[in-house]
């Protein structure tokens, strides 16, 4: 081979291995795929205030608790059972106790036990949480 031919292949070969990682890196950096966040929109329906004895105490629950769910047309069963989720609601209540009403994690608790209390009456994957907008022991 003559020197005139090794320095083709060479600059041939060069710019073969400069275009495959020039893409490579075009590609892996400014063409990453962009994560979006879908937001999801999400109804709340309040139940209102709720008084409850505390559980072997002179103490009074005072909550104000609001659903929040990911479907707008589940605001209306919870409307036409808002009785029942409300006595639900109430027994899950009047059943604590002040040492399981105590604490952040005694309000988590209580809110998931709420939570399956609603979810008995309207049984759907739709209602996603309950909030306390109010918890009072007096």
């Known amino acids: 081979m003559t020197v005139k031919k090794v320095m083709i292949f060479s600059i041939v070969g060069f710019l073969v291995t400069a275009i495959v ?17 879908k937001e999801v ?23 104000n608790i609001v659903i929040e769910m990911i479907d707008e047309k589940i605001q209306e069963k919870l409307e ?3 009785s029942k989720i409300t006595n639900n609601i109430m027994e899950v209540l009047r059943s604590k106790d002040e040492s399981s ?3 952040e ?11 399956e209390a609603i979810k008995q009456v309207v049984d759907s994957d739709k209602i996603t949480n309950v909030y306390f907008v109010e918890f009072i022991v007096q």
């Open 80 to 82: 036409t059972n808002k």
């Open 21 to 37: 990682f020039g893409g490579v890196f075009y590609f892996a950096v400014y063409k990453a795929p962009e994560k979006t966040v």
């Open 105 to 115: 994690k005694g309000q988590q608790a209580l809110r998931t036990e709420v939570l």
């Open 101 to 103: 009403l105590a604490g």
């Open 41 to 63: 929109k999400t109804f709340s329906f309040p139940i209102g205030e709720l008084y409850s004895n505390v559980k072997d105490s002179r103490k009074i629950l005072k909550t």
